[in-house]
């Protein structure tokens, strides 16, 4: 989701590193102490536990929010259904799991040829299913191609009979100085992080205007396309960034008559396995990136689902063209 290191379509670390996760993980979890609703306690991968948020959509505030005691029911995604691109594993499916939970239907596209190989997925599915009395459904796609998008985006608008909200959390990262960086690289970073997210937004946008329908598209940037970091030489993966946020102003000002709202959301540095692998090939950093903001700490993918659930529901029916950037103050400074 996200940060410099979302879950990918491809390589996100330095050459020469290896995908596989790695040993010392939970020891770095363990790095940072956490400390998020006055809890502060050892992070590990185990307690990276989600939050329930259940709320009814406004029409209902006079009648079931009042019965059952739930306030804010703005918050609610109660029968409203979210495609999440990137949504097979890591970021993207922690954000899945919180639309569930505030009462989203869930389409997950990601270019894995199985969702998560920990059963992570199956996990979320089925709770969707057997706890939160929703769905979570996989498809298989490259968020480049653009033609099996549009098919796999159009079914999923013909069989449910809309389309409200869309999450494009697909992305790559590569750390390769501007001096090495080849073309064929920058193309590919560029295609996906950029013309992929275009044309999945686009996709959706297709369905909801054909239908008339409004919506609310997120489009997942990152606080390095506001700052060049300091210590990590990604600068076709922050020019990409960049990019993402100019996108969403320019879609919103073209889909606003539509109904439709776009915004972006700008996390900070996320610790992810990925992470941990650039922690033991660069251990300076362990240290650097907590200082580096004002919370002295690293973020956890759970922390941004709050930010996409307020985007995609009615809590936010005034906001568009903005950029949401939860990095800690790092770009405060």
């Known amino acids: 989701m996200a940060s410099l290191f979302p879950r990918a379509t491809g390589s996100i670390l330095p050459r020469g590193l290896s995908g596989a996760r790695p040993r010392h993980l939970n020891g770095l979890l363990q790095h940072t102490a956490r400390s998020v609703q006055g809890v502060t306690r050892p992070i590990t ?96 796609v490259n968020v480049r191609d653009e033609k099996t998008l549009n098919e796999i985006v159009g079914a999923i608008a013909k069989e449910t009979g809309h389309i409200d909200g869309l999450i494009a959390a697909a992305g790559i990262q590569q750390e390769t100085t501007a001096l090495e960086y080849s073309a064929a690289d920058a193309d590919k970073m560029l295609g996906v992080n950029v013309t992929g997210v275009f044309m999945t937004a686009q996709a959706v946008a297709r369905q909801m205007i054909e239908r008339k329908q409004k919506g609310s598209l997120v ?50 540095y996320i610790v992810t396995a990925m992470t941990a692998g650039l922690f033991e090939a660069f251990p300076e950093r362990k240290t650097a990136w907590p200082d580096a903001n004002m919370l002295k700490r690293l973020s956890y993918p759970e922390e941004y689902r709050g930010a996409a659930v307020f985007l995609l529901s009615d809590a936010s029916s005034f906001m568009t063209g903005a950029d949401l950037r939860i990095d800690g103050g790092h770009c405060a400074w």
């Open 45 to 140: 991968a185990a307690s990276l536990v989600h939050s329930r948020c259940f709320h009814e959509s406004p029409k209902h505030l006079s009648t079931a929010a009042t019965s059952r005691g739930r306030l804010l029911p703005e918050f609610g995604l109660e029968g409203k259904v979210v495609i999440v691109s990137g949504g097979g594993r890591g970021v993207g499916l922690t954000q899945a799991e919180g639309l569930l939970e505030a009462g989203a239907i869930v389409h997950a596209l990601d270019i894995l040829p199985e969702p998560d190989s920990s059963s992570e997925f199956a996990r979320v599915a089925s709770r969707a299913k057997n706890e939160l009395g929703s769905s979570l459904t996989y498809h298989r």
């Open 219 to 268: 489009l997942i940037a990152s606080m390095s396309g506001t700052v060049a970091n300091r210590g990590l030489i990604c600068p076709a993966y922050n020019a990409s960034k960049a990019a993402v946020i100019q996108l969403a102003r320019n879609l919103a000002a073209e889909w606003g008559e539509h109904g439709i709202r776009v915004n972006t959301i700008s996390p900070g």
